[in-house]
């Protein structure tokens, strides 16, 4: 029943994130980010969210984690991490207590969450475009405005001063 | 197919693990990096919640690409004042910018 794919998939999604965020360098942590990034991606292509997934790809490997590589070698280390043994434990807490919060709830409602559908034409990237530019196209032209404004925003902000 | 609530798993793993860095770093770019796994968990949310529906609604898609978009802008701002934090203090541990601290 359980899809081989998927459990490879998303066992390389848990540990990437985990790796990310515990790893001792930095440069380790955004590759591993960069590895949850794809899982997650391929989680999208699973879900047969095809579009999504291209788009995941282009936008957080593309731009995000190389964004992150260019601060993390700009900025470097932070000095004297805390030591690691309570860290370690509350990790394992916070994993054990999303992975009951997971499992209670698809053991609570089995009937609940079937199995999708085969998705077929109803959201094929005709459909999805059909929508985005016909349904949302107002928000689609003030997310464009948001990003230049973040753009100019995130320069002014780093510009080195000249005096 | 898998069922959906396995995706709902590994979200909600994800939510965990963002939310445990976001609280315990004192790094500000391990918070970006937890900030972006809560928004990766959110995302595969909503794409999974969008297959509820028979037949599915591709609305949740469209969602997800405009918080994509959004999760971009915030990865570069927020990088951008951490550059800045940085030539201020010439460190990014969070638990030292006290300076607005009355």
Same mark, same amino acid.
């Given at each position: 029943?359980?899809?081989?794919?998927?459990?490879?998939?998303?066992?390389?999604?848990?540990?990437?994130?985990?790796?990310?965020?515990?790893?001792?360098?930095?440069?380790?942590?955004?590759?591993?980010?960069?590895?949850?990034?794809?899982?997650?991606?391929?989680?999208?292509?699973?879900?047969?969210?095809?579009?999504?997934?291209?788009?995941?790809?282009?936008?957080?490997?593309?731009?995000?984690?190389?964004?992150?590589?260019?601060?993390?070698?700009?900025?470097? =280390?932070?000095?004297?991490?805390? =030591?690691?043994?309570?860290?370690?434990?509350?990790?394992?807490?916070?994993?054990?207590?999303?992975?009951?919060?997971?499992?209670?709830?698809?053991?609570?409602?089995?009937?609940?969450?079937?199995?999708?559908?085969?998705?077929?034409?109803?959201?094929?990237?005709?459909?999805?475009?059909?929508?985005?530019?016909?349904?949302?196209?107002?928000?689609?032209?003030?997310?464009?405005?948001?990003?230049?404004?973040?753009?100019?925003?995130?320069?002014?902000?780093?510009?080195?001063?000249?005096? | %197919?898998?069922?959906?609530?396995?995706?709902?798993? @590994?979200? +909600?793993? *994800?939510?965990?693990?963002?939310?445990?860095? %976001?609280?315990?770093?004192?790094? +500000?770019?391990?918070?970006?990096?937890? @900030?972006?796994?809560?928004?990766?968990?959110?995302?595969?949310?909503?794409? +999974?919640?969008?297959?509820?529906?028979?037949?599915?609604?591709?609305?949740?898609? @469209?969602?997800? *690409?405009?918080?994509?978009? *959004?999760?971009?802008?915030?990865?570069?701002?927020?990088?951008?004042?951490?550059?800045?934090?940085?030539?201020?203090?010439?460190?990014?541990?969070?638990?030292?910018?006290?300076?607005?601290?009355?």
């Amino acid at each position: 029943m359980t899809d081989p794919a998927f459990v490879v998939i998303a066992a390389a999604t848990v540990i990437g994130a985990i790796m990310a965020v515990e790893a001792r360098d930095l440069v380790y942590g955004a590759a591993s980010l960069g590895i949850s990034f794809l899982g997650v991606a391929a989680l999208f292509i699973l879900l047969d969210a095809t579009y999504v997934a291209v788009f995941q790809i282009a936008v957080y490997i593309g731009a995000v984690v190389v964004l992150i590589l260019f601060t993390v070698m700009l900025v470097g =280390p932070v000095k004297g991490e805390a =030591p690691m043994e309570l860290k370690r434990t509350s990790l394992f807490a916070a994993v054990l207590v999303s992975m009951f919060l997971g499992i209670g709830g698809s053991l609570a409602n089995a009937n609940a969450f079937p199995g999708a559908d085969m998705c077929g034409a109803s959201c094929d990237l005709q459909k999805l475009s059909q929508t985005l530019l016909v349904n949302y196209g107002t928000q689609l032209e003030v997310l464009s405005f948001v990003l230049v404004a973040a753009v100019i925003g995130a320069l002014t902000l780093a510009k080195a001063e000249k005096d | %197919m898998e069922p959906l609530s396995s995706f709902f798993a @590994v979200s +909600a793993i *994800l939510l965990g693990i963002g939310v445990y860095g %976001m609280t315990t770093k004192r790094s +500000a770019i391990r918070i970006i990096f937890s @900030v972006e796994l809560v928004y990766n968990a959110a995302n595969l949310n909503i794409i +999974a919640f969008s297959r509820l529906r028979n037949p599915p609604l591709v609305t949740g898609q @469209v969602l997800v *690409l405009f918080s994509i978009s *959004l999760a971009a802008m915030e990865a570069a701002v927020g990088l951008a004042i951490i550059i800045l934090a940085f030539r201020l203090n010439a460190d990014i541990d969070l638990r030292k910018m006290t300076k607005l601290k009355g």
